[in-house]
Protein backbone atom coordinates (compact mmCIF):
# COMPACT_ATOMS: atom_id res chain seq x y z
CA UNK A 1 0.00 0.00 0.00
CA UNK A 2 3.01 2.18 -0.47
CA UNK A 3 1.53 5.59 -2.05
CA UNK A 4 3.82 7.01 -4.58
CA UNK A 5 4.10 10.52 -2.94
CA UNK A 6 3.87 13.40 -5.70
CA UNK A 7 6.23 16.19 -5.80
CA UNK A 8 4.77 19.77 -4.94
CA UNK A 9 5.33 20.36 -8.54
CA UNK A 10 2.95 17.68 -9.95
CA UNK A 11 0.24 18.85 -7.29
CA UNK A 12 0.83 22.26 -8.53
CA UNK A 13 0.46 21.63 -12.04
CA UNK A 14 -2.70 19.25 -11.24
CA UNK A 15 -4.24 21.65 -9.22
CA UNK A 16 -3.98 24.55 -12.38
CA UNK A 17 -4.71 22.14 -14.88
CA UNK A 18 -8.02 21.49 -13.07
CA UNK A 19 -8.42 25.50 -12.69
CA UNK A 20 -8.32 25.94 -16.26
CA UNK A 21 -9.91 23.38 -17.80
CA UNK A 22 -12.92 24.67 -15.29
CA UNK A 23 -15.85 25.62 -17.68
CA UNK A 24 -18.01 28.98 -16.06
CA UNK A 25 -20.79 31.19 -17.56
CA UNK A 26 -18.35 33.91 -18.16
CA UNK A 27 -15.94 32.08 -19.79
CA UNK A 28 -18.34 30.65 -22.28
CA UNK A 29 -19.75 34.34 -22.60
CA UNK A 30 -16.03 35.52 -23.66
CA UNK A 31 -15.92 32.35 -25.93
CA UNK A 32 -19.03 33.10 -28.13
CA UNK A 33 -17.92 36.73 -28.10
CA UNK A 34 -14.44 36.51 -29.14
CA UNK A 35 -16.17 33.94 -31.71
CA UNK A 36 -18.45 36.48 -33.32
CA UNK A 37 -15.81 39.07 -33.58
CA UNK A 38 -13.47 36.86 -36.00
CA UNK A 39 -15.94 34.72 -37.48
CA UNK A 40 -15.02 34.91 -41.43
CA UNK A 41 -17.97 36.18 -43.63
CA UNK A 42 -18.16 35.29 -47.15
CA UNK A 43 -18.00 38.78 -49.36
CA UNK A 44 -20.57 38.52 -51.70
CA UNK A 45 -19.49 37.69 -55.48
CA UNK A 46 -20.97 41.04 -56.54
CA UNK A 47 -18.43 42.82 -54.19
CA UNK A 48 -15.75 41.17 -56.83
CA UNK A 49 -14.44 43.31 -59.14
CA UNK A 50 -15.09 42.20 -63.06
CA UNK A 51 -11.79 42.16 -65.05
CA UNK A 52 -13.25 40.53 -68.36
CA UNK A 53 -15.39 41.00 -70.84
CA UNK A 54 -18.87 39.37 -68.78
CA UNK A 55 -19.50 42.86 -67.32
CA UNK A 56 -20.14 43.30 -63.84
CA UNK A 57 -24.03 42.30 -64.09
CA UNK A 58 -23.72 39.16 -65.97
CA UNK A 59 -24.11 35.82 -64.28
CA UNK A 60 -21.77 34.79 -62.38
CA UNK A 61 -20.85 31.51 -63.73
CA UNK A 62 -20.51 33.25 -67.10
CA UNK A 63 -16.82 34.94 -65.88
CA UNK A 64 -13.59 33.81 -66.83
CA UNK A 65 -11.58 32.09 -65.27
CA UNK A 66 -8.91 35.10 -64.92
CA UNK A 67 -11.70 37.25 -63.51
CA UNK A 68 -11.21 37.74 -59.57
CA UNK A 69 -15.24 37.32 -59.71
CA UNK A 70 -15.15 34.18 -62.00
CA UNK A 71 -12.33 32.89 -59.88
CA UNK A 72 -14.50 33.31 -56.81
CA UNK A 73 -17.53 31.46 -58.19
CA UNK A 74 -15.44 28.58 -59.28
CA UNK A 75 -13.55 28.33 -55.84
CA UNK A 76 -16.89 28.64 -53.95
CA UNK A 77 -18.63 26.13 -55.98
CA UNK A 78 -15.43 23.34 -55.79
CA UNK A 79 -16.19 23.89 -52.13
CA UNK A 80 -19.59 23.36 -51.82
CA UNK A 81 -19.55 20.22 -53.87
CA UNK A 82 -17.35 18.60 -51.99
ZN1 LIG B 1 -15.75 39.08 -64.94
Redesign the pocket.
Known sequence: MAKTKKSEAEIISEAMGLLGSRKTEAKREAARRNGAATRWQAKPLSEFE???????D?ADS???SY????RAYRRRNVVAAK
Open positions: CRCSAGPSAHKCPRG
